[in-house]
């Protein structure tokens, strides 16, 4: 059982990868955040990017107030 589980696993991340490769995420060696989550997201969706999801990631950066140290 375990077996079996483990091959559907991989065939799960291969459909991903194949459908992160048709919309050309592995083209350019350069990536920034928001690519590399795209990538991530499309390989584990796996078969579900058949059906219409798309996952996306928005690596926006955060404005964080960092308080001063006391004089």
Do not use: H
Request: charged content about 20%; overall charge negative.
């Amino acid at each position: 059982m375990g077996r079996l589980i483990g091959i559907l696993l991989v065939i799960w991340l291969v459909i991903g990868a194949f459908a992160a490769f048709q919309r050309d995420y592995f083209e350019d060696a350069k990536t920034n955040c928001s690519e590399a989550g795209d990538i991530a997201l499309t390989i584990v969706a796996g078969p579900l990017n058949y059906v219409g999801v798309n996952p996306k990631v928005d690596c926006a950066e955060v404005d964080v107030d960092v308080p001063e140290p006391s004089k």
